[in-house]
């Protein structure tokens, strides 16, 4: 193309941000309204320290504890990417002081 005096530009788009940057469907939107109402609905019946989620395709609440312990990933409260996390939310500056020692096989 340079040698017919045409200038020309190549972009690459990472696919994994359309995939996120699709407007929601009807079946996102469903998702969205049952996990909503489970929320409302433990929070209402009293309960604390729980998130909701699907397990074999019924709506469950979790208790967070469990879910951390769980996990096969950790975050140190003094690193990078929780400090990203409590800035993009807003949230005050935790007190590390009191936050346990780091664990070596953790990551960030």
Same mark, same amino acid.
């Given at each position: 193309v340079k040698?017919? *005096?045409k200038e020309t530009t190549v972009k690459y788009i990472d696919p994994s941000y359309m995939v996120r940057s699709?407007?929601?469907d009807a079946s996102d939107s469903y998702?969205?309204?049952t996990l909503a109402m489970a929320a409302v609905h433990g929070c209402?019946? *009293?309960y604390t320290g729980f998130t909701v989620g699907l397990v074999n395709n019924r709506t469950v609440m979790?208790?967070?504890?469990e879910l951390a312990q769980a996990s096969p990933r950790s975050m140190r409260p003094t690193g990078r990417t929780w400090e990203r996390v409590v800035?993009?939310?807003n949230q005050p500056t935790p007190d590390v002081a009191a936050s346990p020692a780091r664990d070596p096989d953790?990551?960030?």
């Amino acid at each position: 193309v340079k040698s017919q *005096g045409k200038e020309t530009t190549v972009k690459y788009i990472d696919p994994s941000y359309m995939v996120r940057s699709v407007p929601a469907d009807a079946s996102d939107s469903y998702l969205c309204m049952t996990l909503a109402m489970a929320a409302v609905h433990g929070c209402m019946a *009293g309960y604390t320290g729980f998130t909701v989620g699907l397990v074999n395709n019924r709506t469950v609440m979790i208790p967070i504890p469990e879910l951390a312990q769980a996990s096969p990933r950790s975050m140190r409260p003094t690193g990078r990417t929780w400090e990203r996390v409590v800035s993009i939310t807003n949230q005050p500056t935790p007190d590390v002081a009191a936050s346990p020692a780091r664990d070596p096989d953790s990551r960030d």
